[in-house]
């Protein structure tokens, strides 16, 4: 049988050299001398159908992250692998925060990221139900300098894997079908690249998922019985899932430049 913990231990099996949790404080002192923008692989641990690896909405992130680290002079943190999951919890294995939580916990982070000298924050998000939590979250930081009247000191900013640059065009050229909303063929396939050992299968019925809205954990469980939105996972295999990493690799070392360059208007007032 294979746990959680058989994932966490093979936990980089494609990308362990370059992985933040083998970081030194010597080696963050160096790096922040070059560079004041750190990447936090961003998700959740839920149900993923009867397939997909729990940890499939912070995997993908930190997938991508760590595997754009190999080719790109960037820093990857920990991996903030429980998000907001509370229609999940319906299913075994979810685990879940409340908003309040969340939004207090990814202040946290950053205020203590800030307080070493980063001053760019860049969420790689794998779960769609944080995005309105995590922008809340950022809400609440600026809130804090803005009613203090002085600068924040630092930016965040938030980026969906799938919506980094060409990722989106491949994915609907691999899965013209059935790509669905959950527990997708391309966030199954890219932890199938990393994760060749855990590749589980499964006859789905109906082959392609049903579609719908999103409440509370009772009625997602009644709704879609096998816990896919709109897909057929059955369509992903290894070879697409890497295809799928190596183009948000390209993407994120190019949106995190971007982002890393942007100008700081309050900087070049003082100087």
Request: some cysteine.
């Amino acid at each position: 049988m294979i746990v959680l913990e058989d994932i966490l231990r093979d936990r980089g099996s494609r990308y362990a050299a370059s992985a933040g949790i083998v970081r030194t404080r010597a080696e963050i002192e160096a790096f922040l001398k070059r560079s004041r923008t750190i990447v936090i692989p961003i998700g959740s641990n839920e149900q993923h159908g009867p397939t997909g690896l729990l940890g499939t909405d912070w995997l993908c992130p930190e997938i991508i992250a760590h595997e754009a680290q190999k080719s790109g002079d960037i820093l990857v943190g920990p991996t903030f692998n429980i998000g907001m999951a509370q229609h999940h919890l319906g299913f075994p294995g979810t685990i879940s925060l409340r908003p309040s939580t969340f939004i207090a916990a990814i202040g946290d982070w950053c205020r203590s990221l800030a307080g070493h000298g980063f001053e760019r924050i860049y969420f790689l998000n794998g779960h769609g139900g944080n995005v309105a939590t995590i922008e809340a979250a950022f809400s609440e930081l600026y809130a804090e300098a803005s009613f203090a009247g002085r600068p924040r000191g630092f930016a965040c900013k938030l980026k969906n894997w799938w919506e980094l640059r060409g990722v989106m065009a491949l994915a609907n050229r691999q899965f013209p079908t059935g790509h669905g909303s959950h527990a997708t063929p391309s966030e199954i396939a890219v932890t199938q690249w990393a994760y060749p050992d855990h590749i589980k299968t499964a006859a789905y019925a109906p082959q392609i998922a049903p579609t719908g809205p999103i409440r509370e954990a009772m009625d997602f469980r009644a709704r879609y019985p096998d816990g896919r939105m709109g897909s057929d996972p059955a369509q992903a295999s290894p070879e697409k899932g890497g295809e799928l990493v190596r183009a948000a690799a390209e993407g994120l070392l190019a949106d995190v430049a971007d982002f890393s360059a942007e100008a700081a208007p309050l900087a070049r007032a003082a100087e």
